[in-house]
């Protein structure tokens, strides 16, 4: 199994990131600081209107106070002329009482004059009419009125086409009430030619009769003329009436449009905040849309990262169970060695023990030698002195240590045979410490009774030493106890072999538990960091995870917003729509 090498741990570019986040951070700065002097361009421009629309609102009330100030001296100058006309009947009456031929003569110069002044007046009142707009203007800048001398129409009557100029100016400028405005004037326009008329057939009718019969026509003419002039002050009288009503029915349609363009301007400048909020809640939204995308891709990098942290912690703990086992193995290891390097002890103990009882067999095989020299000597000894060895004694000797020795060299044989090793080495030594045991008291038996013969020969005299010993001779070593001697060696061989090997295999085991040890440790220390940026990417992702969440309220927050600011700004146009067809 190949161990694993842990990489380093990639580090994102934060440099980068920081340049990123500087540079949007500069251009969203730039672009709140546009839109603050758009913002504050704006509030100077509606403040720049509004000081004009005050200015308008405040010129045409002074406008208007001159208007009735104009109407006023109208007014009084009506009164002025009337007062002048009953004055001139007054003195035309006592002229009349005077004398026919000079009253006849004066009221014709009169009525000539009247007549004179009446017809220059007609076409120029039609010339101011068919040219109003000069004549509105010269109204208007305080220039030019109807006089005595330039125009001899009745002041009334001028003052009607001064007050029906006017009204067409004051249309003209403020473009208010245009149906209501065209029917007065043209309403002051049939009265004055329906007056003028009429004051032309009197007239004409007069400077007929006065020159056909100028003594009867006087009082008829003057009658004609109170009753025109009659009709024109009751016609005068409606149409100031008229006038007055129609310049403050003007008047107030002239505050109603400027307070509708008033809160036309309003309602514009509030659509253009709104549009402009509405821009900076799209823009805003676009940023929270780039973040809420880059945080995802953040999200997706860290759940990798997360996966690969989740796969390398599986690895990890598969190499730990890994390392568990070959920890058990090294135990098992372990525990074989000690059994190996306990048998190794048992094992020199019993050589030990071995080479004790083969010291104490070569002690006892020389006891066994030097005893049979000694049955030998005095054998020779009684075969000198004529006394005969009985067969006891060699069939006890030689006989008996042959059978025993055979039957412990054919056991042993057999045993070695069966089981190819060292057989149980308590019960084999106590064999063979008691057949050595019992061969030395035989054998000091042998040499008890050899002595009791050789006493007796000598006692005898005789020395009948016949036969010789040649069997005990004849084998210097017993075969057994070579057996003994090649196995315990074959044994120690086998056992040294053996110690040889179980301690390179330890030596093995122990570089295998060194290098597993340090594959341990390396996998701890691995995963121990990939247990500390776990903990760290789980931080990180709750965090992004607070932060998607804040963004997404803060995303349906303007959405929300915005649909609310789309339907007031529908409300808004629908509300202009129909201002603008009510004007």
Known sequence: ??????????????????????????????????????????AEAREIRMRELERQQKEKYYGLDSKWGHIEQWMEESERYSRHSRRNTSISDDEERMSVGSRGSLRGNLMSSELGGSTSSLPSCRLHTSRGSVYEESLYTGGRRFSG??????????????????????????????????????????????????????????????SSRRGSCDTSISADTEASMREMKDSLTVVEEKY?????????????????????????????????????????????????????????VLKLQCTEMKETLKQSEELLVDAQQL???????VREISDFQETLGWKEKKIVALERQKEYSDLMRDERTALRDEVLRLQDVLKKHGIAVTSELTTNGDTGEGVIDGHVTS????????????????????????KLVEERETLMEQVRKLRAQLDQAQRNGTDDGTGTD?????????PHILDLQRDANRQISDLKFKLVKSEQEVAALEQNIIRLEGQVTRYKSASESAEKVEDELKVEKRKLQRELRAALDRT?????????????????????SALLAQQ
């Open 1 to 42: 199994m190949g161990t694993q090498v842990t990489g380093r741990k990639r580090i994102p570019n934060r440099e980068k990131m920081t340049a990123e986040d500087d540079a949007l951070s500069q251009i969203a700065r730039e672009a709140e600081a546009r839109l603050a002097a758009k913002r504050a361009a704006r």
């Open 149 to 210: 001398s330039s125009c001899r129409v009745p002041s009334e009557y001028s003052g009607f086409l001064g007050s029906s100029s006017r009204a067409s100016s004051r249309a003209s400028s403020a473009r208010a009430s245009p149906v209501v405005e065209e029917r007065l004037d043209r309403d002051f326009f049939d009265k004055g030619s329906r007056t003028a008329s009429t004051l032309s057939a009197a007239t004409l009718a007069s400077l007929g009769g006065g």
């Open 244 to 300: 007055r009503r129609a310049m403050v029915s003007n008047a107030q349609l002239d505050n109603e449009k400027s307070n509708l363009m008033y809160q036309v301007d309003t309602l514009r400048d509030t659509l253009m905040e709104l549009e402009e909020q509405m821009c900076e809640i799209r823009r805003e939204y676009e940023e929270k849309a780039r973040d809420y995308e880059h945080e995802r891709h953040a999200h997706a």
């Open 327 to 333: 920890r058990l193995k090294q135990d098992s290891y």
């Open 411 to 434: 056991e042993t044989a057999s045993q070695l045979a069966q089981d190819g090793v060292i057989p149980s080495g308590d019960s084999i030594l106590e064999i063979r410490l008691r």
């Open 470 to 478: 040649e069997d005990l001779l004849q084998n210097g070593m017993d």
């Open 556 to 576: 349906d927050e303007l959405e929300a917003s915005n649909n609310h600011l789309a339907k007031r700004l529908e409300k808004m146009k629908a509300n202009r």
